[in-house]
């Protein structure tokens, strides 16, 4: 509409010969250059669906005759044969005429990896997750033989097409995604992770603020040119914007682009009847429909800050033509570009609340079906190259970070037989409660993407252990004092955010535990003490605590199932925190369980192919 619009604008006025028609003739071929591309980023868009679908249909007929074929015997049956050959050539020629013979080559090499995967369709058994330890170390585990075929599987998925449109945004495809090892890691391993707008500091960020700024500059040297077309570059700027977050096909696009039409905001500009109000109004509301509801005060405020500008000398500025803006003019202009700076950090906000919410909905869950066992193919693949095909020297090189672990549960006086799964638990605690940091030499290879994750579970474990520690030696200095002890878990919380801190130091430590006592004679000894590795009490509780975080870990509860029971009974923590003077960090020590009961149990479903080979002396 709007193409044909201004071609008419221009045939108007070149045939009244107009000193206008040069500009409209411009701005129909800008048009029509818009117009163009649209259309053909459209049809390259949709050949492209069209061809994945088709790829994804015949490597599913291809795996139906493979099952076909293989309950028959190897004989088949003439009539399914005919039928799914026919279709698959069909395909074939559809394809070849839409990709070309990139596109063929490209299907031909993944139905290779693909037919892989299910050379064997008939369903494998599933191992249990507890195995008795004890199987023989010469019984080869098993694993998909080649990553390609495993990535194949999952991107022949019919969900990964609507994974690779949120990925997309990103620049990612549901394949790279997948082969990104740590990028895929950290989305399952971390529900927390979330997009996040680009700090200042840093590179993105420095970049979205180059461009905002230059914007903007471009605006106010309008302004100082006098230019008329400032407000029309801002509307334009807006309805692009919007576009990144309202669905294509949806009503409120409609009528977004049908309100902030290019050509009819310029027509009503010229002739002063452009509502700047009623248009900012419209985005706002349009934000509001599609936004998660925590963006709703922000859009109230704006709206309320909208009411409160004056527009109204925006309404002359079509009639200046060479010459500066009236005072008026100029803080209206100066008003909407305020307003305008706040609406699009808001459009910003709403598109990132919409792709993280599309990362849980979308590619977290196809993540976790397809990962564990790409992850397997990775370390089969390694290990092959490693040990050249020796099981023995593949799983020690998996397992020998457990064997202390498998050790010491042998020599345990146990009427149960002990599992597989106990001692990987027990070794996962070890590492946690270890004294020194995990280094990268003595990294486990089954552990090298979870490092720091270890590492943070360690460092989090002595802050809470320390912290506790410290609210103990106060209640009790306050109690032999007769100094009252309010707020102790305040105090425990003050605490814990010391002692996480890189500059924190004891001085600053003892300032906290001296208004806590109300005792300072002792306490510039006390505290060291307290703290030391080797202190009884400190000791103890490390103890009490590891044998708390085993008795948990040891229940093998889904993550989710832990979290909710923990969440939902922190006075049951609490309680059993209370025998070890550790109630005051509960909540706390119940997120730490909960984060390591999902490293456990994702390694665990990763590795234990190779764990449940482990053998006890």
């Known amino acids: 509409m709007a193409m044909t619009q201004t071609y008419a604008q221009f045939a108007a006025a070149f045939t009244s010969r107009h000193t206008s028609w040069y500009q409209k003739q411009l701005a129909s071929v800008a048009s029509f250059k818009g117009f163009y591309s649209a259309l053909d980023s459209w049809k390259r868009s949709d050949a492209k669906k069209l061809l994945l679908a088709m790829e994804r249909h015949y490597l599913e007929l291809d795996q139906l005759w493979q099952s076909v074929q293989h309950r028959a015997l190897g004989e088949g049956d003439t009539a399914w044969q005919a039928g799914i050959r026919g279709q698959q050539d069909d395909l074939l020629a559809k394809i070849r005429a839409l990709g070309g013979d990139d596109a ?173 109000h009623a248009k900012l109004r419209l985005i706002l509301l349009t934000a509001r429909s599609v936004c998660a509801p925590i963006r709703d005060g922000a859009i109230d405020s704006l709206l309320g800050q909208l009411a409160a500008v004056n527009f109204s000398a925006l309404a002359d500025t079509h009639k200046a ?94 009427s149960s037989p002990t599992t597989a799964k106990h001692v990987f638990v027990e070794a996962v605690l070890d590492m946690c409660f270890a004294p020194a940091a995990l280094s990268v030499e ?57 002692l996480r801190k890189d500059d924190v130091t004891m001085d600053r430590i003892i300032d906290i535990v001296r208004r806590m006592a109300g005792n300072g004679e002792t306490l510039a000894w006390l505290v060291p003490k307290t703290l030391a590795k080797d202190d009884p009490v400190f000791r103890l509780m490390e103890q009490q605590l590891r044998r708390f975080m085993l008795t948990e870990l040891d229940k093998n509860e889904e993550p989710g199932l832990l979290a909710r029971r923990l969440e939902s009974n922190l006075q049951a923590t609490s309680a059993a925190l209370s025998s070890f003077s550790m109630a005051v960090v509960h909540k706390e020590v119940a997120d730490v369980l909960i984060r390591a009961s999902r490293l456990c149990s994702f390694n665990w479903q990763v590795y234990s192919p190779w764990y449940t080979k482990i053998q006890l002396a």
Not at 257 to 272: H, K, V, Y
Not at 400 to 409: F, K, L, P, Q
Not at 443 to 468: C, F, G, I, K, Y
Not at 478 to 491: C, F, H, I, M, Y
Request: with cysteine; net charge negative; aromatic share 4%.
């Open 104 to 276: 063929i080559e490209a299907l031909m090499q993944r139905r290779s990896e693909l037919q892989l995967s299910y050379s064997d369709t008939q369903p494998l058994p599933v191992s249990s997750l507890h195995p008795t330890i004890g199987g023989s170390a010469s019984e080869t585990p098993h694993v998909s033989p080649l990553p390609s075929a495993v990535l194949a599987k999952a991107t022949s998925d019919p969900a990964s097409q609507e994974v690779d449109g949120v990925l997309e945004n990103f620049g990612l495809t549901a394949s790279a995604a997948l082969q990104d090892a740590k990028l895929a890691h950290e989305l399952v391993l971390d529900p927390d992770l979330r997009l996040e707008p680009a700090a200042s500091n840093t590179l993105a960020g420095a970049v979205q603020q180059a461009v905002a700024k230059a914007f903007f500059a471009h605006i106010k040297q309008e302004i100082a040119q006098g230019n008329n077309d400032h407000v029309l570059g801002i509307l334009t700027q807006l309805r692009l914007d919007m576009h990144t977050i309202v669905p294509p096909s949806s009503h409120q696009r409609e009528t977004l682009d049908r309100e902030l039409d290019p050509e009819w905001i310029a027509t009503q500009f010229s002739n002063g009847a452009l509502d700047v």
């Open 321 to 414: 033509t060479t010459g500066a803006l009236s005072d008026a003019a100029k803080s209206s202009v100066g008003e909407l570009l305020e307003i305008t700076q706040e609406i699009m950090l808001l459009i910003r906000n709403v598109r990132l609340d919409a792709l993280n919410h599309q990362l849980d909905a979308t590619v977290r869950p196809w993540l976790r079906i397809h990962i564990v066992e790409y992850e397997q193919t990775k370390m089969a693949q390694l290990l092959e190259s490693q040990c050249q095909g020796d099981i023995q020297l593949a799983v020690a090189k998996t397992t020998d970070w457990m064997r202390i672990a498998a050790m010491r549960e042998s020599s345990a006086p146990c």
């Open 442 to 498: 003595n990294t486990p290879v089954t552990w090298t993407l979870d490092r720091l994750r270890v590492q943070q579970l360690q460092n989090e474990l002595q802050v809470l252990l320390s912290a506790s520690a410290l609210c103990a030696l106060a209640k009790a200095l306050a109690q032999k004092s007769g100094t009252p002890v309010d707020e102790l878990r305040q105090n425990a919380l003050e605490l814990v955010g010391l």
